[in-house]
């Protein structure tokens, strides 16, 4: 009984790695990643340094919570330890994004009859369906959610906002970048400068959409084989 549950995760494992290396879609973004890595290792201080963070978002976002991570003082064994556990999160951020690029060509190629063949008014919903058929989606989007609503009630009932904005950023980015661009308050009057915030939350909630769109398409993949009878 306990080799049951055995054979489940190794084949889900396999085909998650095998969505993020087995078409140049995912190859090439981890090689576009790999070269912003070194162009950060080789250039620290130049404007491109972030690039490898903004390349693997939103996940590696996730990351500035941590307590540890470049430029961690405390010795060499704890620098060599914080910069280390930094480089394999945005390893595992890299993957995941790959894996994502990899479901969504293999979906767009294996369906793309499918979807030519449907009746217009049913592609939309069919288009967004993945975002919340799934708890990966869901979870993603609750926590999208709960970003962009602390970012409204710091916005317009708290006395001092701060940065609330970053966390809806981070959650929702890359896309999110440019709903702030969108949304910024140089961009609008001082008359209308209210609405920078619901413009910005709304291009936020609609990158957190895309996102969730993206993540769920991941899990209708890796669990394809499990829905198919055996032979």
């Known amino acids: 009984m306990p080799n049951a549950s055995r054979p489940r995760r190794l084949p889900r494992l396999r085909r998650f790695l095998a969505l993020a290396t087995d078409n140049w879609h995912a190859r090439g973004y981890l090689a576009v990643v790999a070269v912003s890595v070194l162009v950060m290792v080789v250039f620290p201080d130049s404007g491109l340094a972030a690039s490898p963070m903004m390349l693997t978002a939103p996940l590696s976002f996730a990351g500035v919570v941590l307590p540890f991570g470049p430029g961690t003082e405390g010795g060499g064994a704890v620098e060599v330890f914080a910069v280390g556990s930094w480089a394999v999160w945005l390893l595992v951020c890299a993957v995941v994004n790959a894996a994502v690029l990899g479901a969504l060509a293999t979906r767009s190629a294996s369906a793309a009859t499918d979807v030519a063949a449907q009746p ?11 975002a919340v058929d799934n708890w990966l989606a869901r979870g993603y989007l609750a926590v999208v959610a709960a970003a962009v609503g602390f970012f409204l009630w710091a916005a317009y009932l708290s006395p001092d906002p701060g940065f609330a904005g970053i966390w809806p950023l981070m959650a929702t980015a890359p896309l999110s970048i440019l709903a702030l661009l969108v949304a910024a308050p140089a961009e609008w009057g ?6 920078s915030p619901l413009m910005f939350s709304a291009g936020a909630a609609l990158a957190g959409l895309f996102n969730a769109v993206l993540l769920g398409r991941l899990a209708h993949r890796l669990r394809a084989r499990e829905a198919r009878p055996a032979v």
């Not at 217009?120 to 993945?130: E, S």
């Open 190 to 195: 001082s008359s209308v400068a209210w609405l």
């Open 120 to 130: 217009r008014p049913g592609r939309v919903p069919a288009l967004l369906a993945p």
